[in-house]
């Protein structure tokens, strides 16, 4: 059944949808039924593996891939309580832990039979524990990771690093299958970047000072590396190299892993962000192209798969980097941007799928699955909340932030965050004019937290002392 909204409110469907984290956008009451339908589709793609039920990653019933996996956690942490059948939203990351061999590796296709593909793509577990982390702020997740993705990165030095440094291109180019490289990888590179990072902030958290000290120096020794050698000067972007050690730029958006590992020094962070709104190369009427157009290999007719068309995984990946390097304009015009894409091809087709077409708003790009929700349900359920609303738990610091711009009436219900969950708060912003005028907050909560909200014009914080409902207003003088 395909949910409408033709109203400015769209009620919450009458199913166990009710119990999930309630969007509030008044003016997009579109972007609210594609929410729960998203949650319809991924409730009707579920799987039960190791007697525990998960949101299925794709259309292999009995197969579970690695990158796929850590994204659905990014918006799993969301199902709560609500779905009577999800109890344990990072369980396809424990499925890939507890086949890790003794090497160290972990495959990037896990098999119900046990016939796992122990080929490597995209090792990004700790990007999803992080994220899991800060939602329900379980550090027994972080100490049981932490020594299983220690093995892990070490296993992926040893195999895909070239004497360098460099790290090759992993298997199925790193899990984007067609996409030109000619060898040594910016993303490959820039991921065990980042999970060097990580993994150090996991360990700085679990109060593992050496293994802290191990990682801060493999994502210093990365960084000097990919500025050194995978920086097209020319060009102002960073880049693929060939054999040789050669820059290649084929334009591609693996290239913007490097803001999300942190390894782009600002000057250039800035010109990387520029690319993604020259509309000769990565500004399309949908974004993120997974090519840019001035690419070579770039496909306007459907995207040919990872060769132009959006994919939400690494559209993601870009929102993400830009808010590290504080382009929170940027990077909410890319996701409102994403969303209506989305947005448009589910009111045309009634289904989500597994990429888009990034020239043409309302379709989906060439060979892409339908009924996708897999990866593809980040943009409208977490980048939802986190990003165009602006709301994010924080829960170690048993704070929330809210980076508020919108001017409808927006913001959250029923949200639960915490250990268990056992934390729930509404959070409504109530209509204004304009971006300047003052904004009057509503809270309502069981449980006393701190509430950061950065207006724009001013960033206040509110300590929320006891239960109940209160009332703050922000204004700018």
Not at 46 to 72: E, H, L
Not at 112 to 117: F, L, N, Y
Not at 193 to 203: G, I, R
Not at 397 to 402: C, G, P
Request: overall charge neutral; hydrophobic content about 35%; some cysteine.
């Amino acid at each position: 059944m395909l949910l409408t909204c033709q109203t400015a409110f769209c009620a919450p469907p009458d199913d166990w949808r009710k119990n999930l984290p309630e969007p509030v956008v008044e003016a997009h009451p579109g972007w609210v039924a594609l929410y729960y339908d998203t949650w319809r589709i991924a409730d009707a793609k579920m799987s039960k593996y190791a007697d525990q039920f998960m949101f299925d990653t794709a259309f292999t019933k009995g197969r579970i891939w690695m990158w796929d996996t850590v994204w659905i956690s990014h918006f799993g942490i969301y199902v709560q309580d609500a779905n009577p059948r999800i109890t344990h939203p990072m369980h396809g990351h424990d499925l890939f832990y507890g086949v890790q061999r003794q090497d160290g590796c972990i495959p990037h296709v896990w098999d119900v039979t046990g016939r796992h593909d122990w080929g490597v793509h995209n090792p990004i577990f700790s990007l999803g524990e992080l994220n899991g982390y800060r939602h329900t702020g379980d550090k027994s997740r972080l100490v049981k990771a932490l020594p299983i993705l220690d093995r892990f990165f070490f296993y992926m030095k040893g195999k895909y690093s070239d004497p360098s440094g460099l790290y090759r291109i992993f298997d199925w180019n790193n899990g984007m299958d067609n996409r030109p490289c000619p060898g040594l990888s910016i993303d490959s590179t820039c991921e065990q970047a980042m999970v060097a990072a990580q993994l150090k902030e996991m360990a700085e958290i679990v109060g593992d000072q050496e293994r802290a000290a191990k990682f801060e120096n493999e994502h210093l020794a990365l960084k000097k590396l990919i500025n050194d050698k995978m920086w097209h000067a020319g060009d102002h972007f960073y880049v693929d190299c060939n054999s040789k050690k050669e820059p290649v730029n084929v334009w591609s958006v693996a290239s913007y892993w490097a803001l999300l590992s942190k390894v782009a020094p600002a000057d250039r962070a800035k010109q990387m962000k520029d690319h993604l709104f020259d509309p000769a190369n990565f500004k399309t009427p949908v974004m993120v192209p997974t090519l840019g157009r001035k690419s070579s290999s770039y496909n306007g007719k459907g995207g040919d798969y990872w060769r132009g068309s959006v994919w939400i995984p690494t559209s993601t990946m870009v929102i993400k980097g830009l808010l590290e390097y504080g382009y929170l304009a940027e990077a909410r015009e890319i996701a409102i941007n994403g969303l209506e894409g989305i947005y448009a091809t589910w009111k045309n087709t009634g289904t989500l799928f597994e990429n888009y077409d990034q020239e043409k708003t309302g379709a989906p790009g060439g060979s892409s699955k339908r009924d996708f929700v897999g990866w593809t349900g980040v943009q409208p359920i977490a980048t939802l909340i986190e990003t165009i609303i602006g709301i994010r738990a924080h829960a170690p610091e048993n704070k929330i932030t809210w980076t508020l711009r919108m001017t409808e009436k927006h913001g959250v219900r029923k949200l639960k965050w915490g250990s268990n969950y056992s934390q729930q708060v509404d959070l409504i912003a109530d209509a204004r004019n304009t971006q300047d005028d003052a904004v009057t907050i509503r809270v309502d909560t069981n449980a006393p937290f701190t509430l950061e909200v950065d207006t724009g014009f001013a960033t206040r914080t509110f300590a929320i002392r006891d239960a109940g409902q209160k009332t703050f207003t922000i204004s700018k003088h």
